[in-house]
């Protein structure tokens, strides 16, 4: 049974930094791309990063591009977001979610259950 | 920035039909193919089309998308109250490498 468990989610200042985990299990973690997906207190899903299976692929969206820094451990089957310069809009519930491609797209086909992230002095 | 644009909210009684559309600005739908999540409250999306038309084995054919050169759409039949969830569309932007979700549509079942 695929799972995935965020962990690391906290209070955290402003300015401040945080890493997150997400451990990987019930899968060949390696053959797969990873993501992080993030919602924010009553709206709507936002990707912010993936990366693939050899880690030599990486994209983030505009609004962690520079702050947040995904990574992998394969022999630990764990995905990892280190983020830095954290603000208020940075405030979510972040979710760890599995890449499958088929011949045509990819898509995210399982989920965490997220952590929370909460940005406040 | 590409922007996918779906109805707020949308509701029906129990056993009938709702629609959910997913539009596109800043880049061109008809070249991508669509993805449909469900999100039921408190939990964690799940994904309910892929591939524009496709359904994962669990779930069921009430449920089923498609797509236009210019938008597309998810067709729940049959409602139900265990539908009542957020729908999210969602889209891979080659141009600008980024994964797209949709800003949401809440279905409630009158």
Known sequence: EVQLVESGGGLVQPG????LSCAASGFTFSAYEMNWVRQAPGKGLEWISQISGDTNTIYYADSVKGRFTISRDNAKSSLNLQM????????ALYYCARTRCTSSSCYRDYWGQGTLVTVSS | ??????????????GEKVTISCSASNFNIGNNYMSWYQQLPGTAPKVLIYDNDKRPSEIPDRFSGSKSATSATLDIT??????EADYYCA??????????????????VL
């Open chain 1, 16 to 19: 401040g930094s945080l890493r």
């Open chain 1, 84 to 91: 830095n310069s954290l603000g208020a809009e940075d405030t």
């Open chain 2, 1 to 14: 920035q590409s922007v996918l644009t779906q109805p707020p909210s949308v509701s029906a009684a129990p």
């Open chain 2, 78 to 83: 049959g409602l139900q109250t265990g539908d």
């Open chain 2, 91 to 108: 889209t891979w932007d080659r141009s600008l490498r980024v994964y797209v979700f949709g800003t949401g549509t809440k279905v409630t």
